[in-house]
């Protein structure tokens, strides 16, 4: 894999640039392990496109185009409400529970993948009143306790949407 799409291109770029550096002040054993465990965890790294078609996927694979694109709204509308990067968002500790051990990668191999990748692509340019401008969501057969009294703005598929 070439230098320059390691740096930059992943969330592992500070760490391999760490890692890079200290080679000039350790051993041959050290500089080899450290030179492996950075091309591994670039290599295991999503991009962004990917790490937010997965989250797409993982969270609403099953419920066809209708509730991929009502996740993708989700999303984006996190994305500027808290101005973070659409990655970041779904990134972010107990957000997306199908995250809390890691993006599922493998997903981008279903055949839904196409379709959240286009999603992924185009998050500026979706209709977000689509999902009611949803922050939030859930499946009917969970009660989260930030859902009690909250009024949901739109049921898509077996997901409930809410503005918080």
């Known amino acids: 894999m070439a230098l320059n799409k390691i740096i930059g291109a992943n969330s592992f770029s500070l760490s391999f640039i760490i890692m890079r550096s200290m080679l000039n002040s350790t051993s041959t054993n050290m500089k080899n392990l450290i030179l492996t465990l950075a091309l591994v965890a670039s290599a295991n790294a999503a991009t962004e496109r990917e790490t937010v078609a997965a989250t797409i996927l993982a969270e609403a694979r099953g419920e066809g185009e209708a509730g991929m694109y009502a996740v993708a709204c989700v999303i984006q509308k ?8 659409a990655e970041k ?6 957000q ?24 992924a ?9 689509y999902a009611g401008n949803a922050t939030h969501y859930h499946t009917k057969s969970v009660s989260p306790k930030w859902a ?12 409930i949407f809410y503005k918080l």
Request: hydrophobic share 35%.
């Open 78 to 85: 996190r994305a500027i409400t808290r101005k973070l990067s």
């Open 89 to 94: 968002v779904c990134l972010q500790k107990m």
């Open 96 to 119: 997306f529970s199908c995250n809390n051990n890691g993006v599922q990668t493998s997903l981008l191999k279903t055949p839904q993948a196409e379709y959240a990748l286009r999603l």
């Open 121 to 129: 692509d185009s998050l500026a340019k979706l209709e977000l009143s």
């Open 148 to 159: 009690k009294n909250q009024k949901p703005v739109k049921v898509i598929g077996n997901h």
